[in-house]
């Protein structure tokens, strides 16, 4: 089972370029996220999507930007990025937004640096 | 500002020990989840707590969602190394962000054999 499936796993990027973080879950979830974790902040919601065509922000979502063309994938694209976002990055998906439905399940996480 | 502060940031024990990592907050939470991580990997739900009060039992570990549902606790008797991961706390704050969860900046827990 695939699950949510994130690419690529690890990324060095130089100040100023843009790239974009793949994210594509085989569940047939509606609801769709991005997170970023950094050591010792636990993880921040960046953008998230509660179906195609419906994206909105989080709680950090300056520098970055989103689009769901289909159920399945949710890109997260980095323009002109900067050090502050060296992070890992977890896209994650969940079914309901119920509290008993609503367990995330997460990618294995994409490392970036950014120099 | 953190919304949810869990404590302790770092636990080191020997196997066999208990434990008790608390997830405080001033807010109210509609429900909350507690995630293992380990290294390289995404968090995995462990548990959803619901209701004002509520404990909930998983082999050793056992959760707890404070009355006023601002806080829980995840304990773990007799600690395995197993055990040894990153525990996070995550709150929902009901209506249209339930899938919108605020994270505690975590729990790493290193179990010695």
């Known amino acids: 089972n695939a699950g949510v499936t994130q690419t690529p796993k690890f990324r060095i990027l130089k100040i100023g370029q843009s790239m974009t973080l793949q994210c594509a879950q085989d569940m047939n979830h509606n609801y769709m996220y991005w997170y970023r974790q950094d050591p010792g902040m636990g993880l921040k919601l960046i953008y998230y999507s509660v179906g195609a065509g419906i994206t909105d922000k989080g709680e950090v979502p300056n520098g970055y930007n989103v689009s769901r063309s289909t159920t399945e994938d949710f890109p997260l694209r980095l323009e002109l990025a900067a050090p502050s976002q060296t992070s890992v990055y977890f896209c994650a998906s969940s079914y309901s937004r119920t509290p008993q439905a609503g367990e995330l399940f997460f990618g294995e996480g994409s490392r970036l640096t950014v120099l | 500002t953190q919304l949810l502060e869990q404590s302790p940031q770092f636990l080191s024990i020997q196997e066999g020990e208990n434990l008790t990592v608390y997830c405080n907050s001033s807010s109210v939470f509609s429900s909350l989840q507690w995630y293992r991580q380990e290294p390289g990997e995404g968090p995995v739900l462990l548990v959803t707590v619901v209701t004002g009060g509520e404990v909930k039992k998983l082999k050793r570990l056992t959760f707890q969602f404070g009355d006023a549902r601002k806080d829980s606790s995840l304990h773990i008797t007799a600690a395995q190394p197993g055990d040894t991961g990153l525990y996070l706390c995550?709150?929902?704050?009901?209506?249209?962000?339930?899938?919108?969860?605020?994270f505690g900046q975590g729990t790493i827990l290193t179990v010695h054999p």
């Open positions: 995550a709150g929902a704050k009901g209506g249209t962000s339930y899938g919108k969860l605020t």
